[in-house]
């Protein structure tokens, strides 16, 4: 009789012991993972508002997801640890900083800020102030007072003798010399409480003596009578009857023109209608010959170069004098005046 063999395997009970403590242990790591692990969320450090100075506390925060240990670097050498996103820090230098801070031991950020030096507070009760006129005369005293509630102490220079001139607090002084005076004030001792301010002195006498120059001056040139310019005598020897012609020379003739025809002419030349050119019959031909304008000698020509660069509106009037050869009728010379309209600035 023939033995029966079975086609069923059995496996062997420690490879199900095997398989389940390696599948328990991969459970345990994964479990330990999961407990542990910190996914590293997106970190900004946020700085306050406004300017930040120095010796004035800055805040700071971290702004992120799931943080729970924050450590702090403030880029001068301070560190900080904290449970919490937000800190504070004094920095005691101005300067560029470069803030650090790491979450959770992994997630970082930086940031750059700049802190900037902190004002100088000035206490301006305690400077000075010159209560006085800006104007002064000569031998007239002037009374200047110190506004400043908390001085104690005043040091007067009005800026003439070099010195020291005062130690009230409301001095009186008079000048003795005209001109643009510094007067200084230093109060309590202290070179830092300096104030300055600037005085024009005027001498009454010597500008009453001004004016009255002036005055005089222009009632001269107003009263003096026109300069009359004479042709000179020839220099030379009269001819002899050897030396003359046959036939005796005629000299031009002029046609006639009035002094209120000259006065429209040169009107026309300020409007620039009429040029030099058109007064050459009446002057026989010699257009830079010298004549008196405005009290002052210049060739006809160069005077209406001039009359043709003034607006009409700004001539009250033209008064003309002419002065004639009374062979040839030709004008040799003439005063011209050009009265023109003052200005609202009195121009």
Not at 206 to 221: F, G, L, V
């Amino acid at each position: 009789m023939s033995k029966k063999v079975s086609s069923f395997f059995r496996i062997d009970e420690q490879v199900f012991f095997t398989m389940a403590g390696v599948s328990l242990l991969a459970i345990i790591i994964l479990a330990f993972r999961f407990t542990t692990d910190r996914p590293c969320a997106p970190v900004k450090i946020k700085t306050g508002t406004g300017i930040l100075t120095e010796g004035v506390a800055v805040r700071l925060k971290a702004e992120t997801e799931r943080g729970e240990s924050y450590s702090w670097n403030f880029g001068d050498g301070t560190t900080s640890e904290d449970a919490t996103p937000s800190t504070s820090h004094i920095f005691k230098q101005a300067g560029r900083y470069i803030v650090s801070v790491i979450v959770n031991g992994t997630c970082v950020d930086m940031q750059n800020i700049v802190i900037s030096e902190s004002a100088v507070v000035v206490n301006t009760s305690l400077h000075p102030l010159i209560i006085g006129s800006d104007t002064a005369y000569v031998n007239e005293a002037l009374t200047f007072a110190d506004a400043s509630a908390t001085s104690t102490s005043w040091e007067w220079r009005f800026g003439e003798t070099g010195i020291i001139d005062s130690y009230d607090k409301t001095p009186t002084y008079t000048y003795t010399t005209a001109g643009v005076k510094k007067i200084s004030l230093k109060v309590n001792g202290r070179p830092d409480l300096v104030v300055q301010k600037w005085i024009y002195v005027i001498d009454k006498e010597a500008q009453k003596a001004a004016m009255d120059n002036a005055k005089a001056d222009a009632t001269r040139r107003k009263t003096a009578p026109p300069i009359v310019f004479i042709p000179s005598a020839p220099t030379a020897p009269p001819l002899t009857n050897q030396q003359s012609d046959p036939v005796k020379k005629e000299e031009p003739k002029a046609p006639s023109v009035t002094a209120d025809q000259l006065r429209m002419l040169l009107f026309e030349v300020v409007e620039g209608t009429k040029r030099a050119e058109d007064f050459s019959e009446y002057l026989c031909g010699n257009l830079s010959r010298e004549i008196v304008y405005n009290g002052s000698p210049i060739a006809f020509n160069k005077m209406c170069e001039d009359l043709k660069g003034i607006k009409k509106k700004r001539i009250n009037k033209i008064s003309v004098v002419p002065y004639r050869n009374g062979q040839t009728n030709c004008i040799e010379s003439m005063s011209v005046t050009v009265d023109k309209k003052k200005g609202i600035f009195g121009l």
